[in-house]
């Protein structure tokens, strides 16, 4: 009798494993970290300005001839007794970059405007070793580049800034330029010069400018042509 308790409790206890067993459907398999980096990563096209290692070198080469070459020539007799390197380049780090896209970005949308291009400009830093703010001229004379955001305003599009009052504010209202001593003559108009016109100095009144610059720029040998 005891026996057959015993074989009974057994019987039990293996038909009960059983119907947990048949009750428990598969494991569903997780997606492993590779493969969900994989599905999430997408592919980025090239931009449709890339342009090939033979035409980068084609455009160098002709900023020697027609451009570097007449800067040597201007500041060797501006100044014959210092010497002085053509820039060729204008450099930010890439973290630097990142972090002022971010920027710009963060400012344009609080203002609840649309960065509709960026503006690189041509700059020559001047004569002197210090900057207005007090920061030191590397290189005085050099070529250089600053880059403002511009958006689509007044018909046109046009750089901007973020103004006291938070509103993004057209660079040309700011410190844009007057027109001076246009004279008329048969009835073509010629424009003789430009003054600036300072109605308003940015960042003096708690105005955020957009404008980055201060890059590291380099003459030869430190360049990759």
Not at 24 to 34: I, L
Not at 170 to 191: F, P, R, T, W, Y
Request: a negative charge; one cysteine or more; proline letters at 6%.
């Amino acid at each position: 009798m005891k026996n057959t308790k015993k074989v009974a409790a057994i019987g039990l206890g293996a038909f009960l494993l059983m119907l947990g067993a048949c009750q428990q459907g598969p494991k569903k398999e997780e997606p492993s970290e590779s493969n969900t980096t994989g599905q999430t990563q997408e592919k980025v096209d090239p931009p449709r300005g890339i342009i090939s290692l033979e035409e980068s070198k084609s455009l160098y080469d002709n900023y020697t001839k027609n451009r570097a070459e007449m800067i040597q020539q201007f500041e060797t007799e501006r100044n014959p007794d210092e010497k002085f390197e053509v820039a060729r380049f204008t450099a930010f780090s890439y973290d630097e970059i990142k972090q002022y896209m971010a920027f710009i970005e963060q400012e344009a949308q609080n203002a609840q405007v649309d960065i509709s291009s960026l503006r690189f400009y041509f700059a020559n830093y001047p004569d002197k070793q210090d900057f207005p703010d007090g920061k030191k001229i590397v290189h005085p004379r050099q070529n250089s580049i600053f880059i403002v955001p511009a958006m689509k305003a007044d018909g046109g599009e046009y750089g901007f800034y973020i103004g006291a009052d938070g509103k993004a504010k057209l660079i040309k209202n700011a410190v844009g330029q007057a027109e001076v001593g246009n004279v008329q003559d048969n009835k073509q108009k010629s424009q003789a010069g430009f003054v600036p016109s300072l109605s308003s100095a940015a960042s003096a009144n708690g105005d955020q400018s957009l404008t980055l610059n201060r890059g590291n720029s380099s003459p030869p040998p430190w360049d990759d042509y």
